[in-house]
């Protein structure tokens, strides 16, 4: 990418992203062969590595200040510190990556459970899948499923976030729609829990229905993290292997892969052609939504900065990839620039496009943890058809026209459908699977900012776009509810959600009650919540 597409696209992906009692599986494995865990390590204020504890998250909005951080360094240690806090009566809440669009974290905790030095990824010959620990961070996976045995998951592109929410929210990324979500693959989860008796424990819960702890592995197919208890790992194969063979049990990713950028200046861009792209680009994913289809193998984020946000923002921004070895990789790619660009001023600009080994390609737009950082807020919503004209023309107002708290505010508009949408959505808690995009509204601030001009600017963007369902993204028509991995309290507030549909049904659909009956089985002391957690 040039360096005015590189900044572009980083403005916008600094948003993302005792014993053991178990069933199906047997005994909780070991750690992975190698030096004995970290800690249990306790950090409180006064300690120098207080403050780096409480720093350690990329919404900088945020800053979580507990009694203590309690870093673990295996599942014996998670047990313990939950069940200490649960003793002493300290609201405890945990953290995987420090990702979290919210402050699901901080809010009200007397005690973090820090899970970064749970962080292995290998493969467990007695269950016959892979180890992803919590504190794993998604290029740690990638490498390491990678260079050790050819696979990978199709999870994110922003390398920082840690597996322990990704995952449980239903992840997904660059390979979804060829390969589907993260939890297609979850073959079990092990997760430290707390009874009634107030009494911390580990479980592993299987895929396998007849285990009686299967609704708590269903739960975390989409349920989304700080719900149900501490999930410590994650067990991945493919529920169709066959083969013993570990090279055999998790897709392959692309040998190589064929990627490009096409970039329209906001300079002749008027509103009905930004309807025009709009429209475009959501109608190639309705007609191209095929799961197994050459075509499933591209996906594309078209992000769409705010126009006076300067010349480093790079303009309206599509950076595309596509598998290389499917057959006419590039005719695909060069015709879907094509197809988004048709009869939309001004002309497209689409340089040369570049073939690259996988990860290589992975590594490059993946992100370090300092450029991930930043102040933000983010909105979430699934389109099952593209905007109408009048959405696409809020977006017109909010973006063009250089109102305050624009200027580094985004759209963006990224590829789903495909593989995501062959499984039903009883299936896993991931009840929406119809959708061919994701949409963000973002808004961004430095720490000079105290963001409220940016705050109001995005959440009137989210409200009139989705004006005619009471300002939120209410499951029905073209739009499919929102993304619990991109939580957003507003969708709770009745100063922002008008339609009379709670919260809930926006991001669970009809698979609620469920989770519910999972709350009540699995944490009836309703020890792990926050604003947007499942209500027994």
Not at 269 to 295: A, C, D, Q, V, Y
Request: aromatic residues 10%; contains cysteine.
């Amino acid at each position: 990418m040039s360096e005015v597409t590189r900044r572009g696209f980083i403005g916008g992906t600094a948003a993302l992203g005792g014993g053991a009692v178990t069933a199906g599986l047997g005994p909780v494995a070991a750690q992975g062969k190698g030096a004995p865990p970290l800690g249990p390590v306790v950090v409180r204020p006064g300690d120098p590595r207080y403050e780096d504890l409480v720093v350690r998250n990329t919404n900088q909005r945020f800053r979580p200040e507990p009694e203590y951080f309690h870093v673990v360094g295996s599942t014996e240690q998670v047990v313990k510190a939950v069940g200490d806090a649960v003793r002493a009566n300290r609201r405890v809440t945990v953290r995987s990556g420090g990702h979290c669009y919210e402050n699901f974290v901080g809010d009200g905790a007397q005690v973090v459970i820090d899970m970064c030095e749970m962080s292995e990824v290998y493969f467990d010959d007695k269950r016959g899948a892979f180890v992803i620990e919590a504190g794993a961070t998604l290029m740690q996976t990638y490498r390491k499923l990678y260079l050790g045995w050819g696979v990978t998951i199709p999870g994110g592109q922003c390398g920082g976030v840690a597996a322990g929410g990704h995952i449980a929210g239903g992840g997904y990324g660059p390979l979804s729609r060829r390969d589907g979500l993260t939890v297609d693959y979850l073959h079990a989860v092990e997760v430290v829990v707390v009874d009634r008796s107030g009494r911390a424990r580990a479980v592993v819960a299987t895929r396998d229905p007849s285990d009686p702890n299967h609704d708590l592995w269903w739960a975390h197919t989409g349920g989304g993290g700080g719900n149900f208890g501490v999930v410590t790992r994650y067990f991945m194969r493919d529920p169709k292997a066959r083969s013993d063979d570990p090279r055999e049990l998790l897709p392959k990713p692309p040998a190589t892969v064929l990627s490009g950028v096409a970039i329209w200046s906001w300079d002749g861009m008027g509103k009905e052609s930004f309807r025009r792209l709009l429209r475009n680009h959501g109608e190639w994913h309705e007609r191209n939504g095929e799961p197994g289809t050459p075509e499933a193998s591209l996906w594309g984020s078209l992000l769409i900065p705010g126009s006076q946000a300067g010349p480093d923002r790079g303009g309206i921004i599509l950076p595309t990839q596509v598998d290389a070895g499917v057959p006419g990789a590039e005719r695909i790619l060069r015709d879907y620039f094509a197809a988004v660009a048709e009869g939309v001023t001004p002309k497209v600009i689409v340089p040369p496009l570049q073939r690259d080994p996988w990860f290589y390609a992975a590594r490059t737009l993946s992100l370090g943890e300092e450029a991930e950082a930043g102040r933000y807020k983010g909105k979430s919503a699934y389109l099952r058809k593209p905007f109408t004209d009048e959405q696409a023309d809020v977006a017109f107002d909010h973006l063009a026209t250089g109102e305050e708290g624009s200027a580094t505010g985004l759209l963006w508009l990224l590829s789903y459908g495909g593989q995501v949408n062959a499984v039903d959505p009883a299936a896993t808690a991931t009840a929406e699977r119809q959708s061919i995009l994701k949409v963000i509204h973002l808004a961004t601030w430095d720490q000079s900012q105290d963001g409220a001009a940016q705050l109001a600017w995005v959440r009137r963007f989210h409200s009139r776009t989705f004006a005619s369902t009471g300002g939120v993204p209410v499951p029905g028509g073209n739009c499919g509810g929102a993304y619990i991995n991109y939580p957003d309290i507003d969708h709770a507030d009745p100063e922002w959600n008008t339609s009379g549909v709670p919260w809930s049904t926006i991001y669970y659909g009809g698979n609620y009650a469920r989770l519910q009956r999972v709350k009540a089985r699995w944490d009836p002391r309703n020890v792990f919540r926050h604003a947007l957690s499942v209500r027994a």
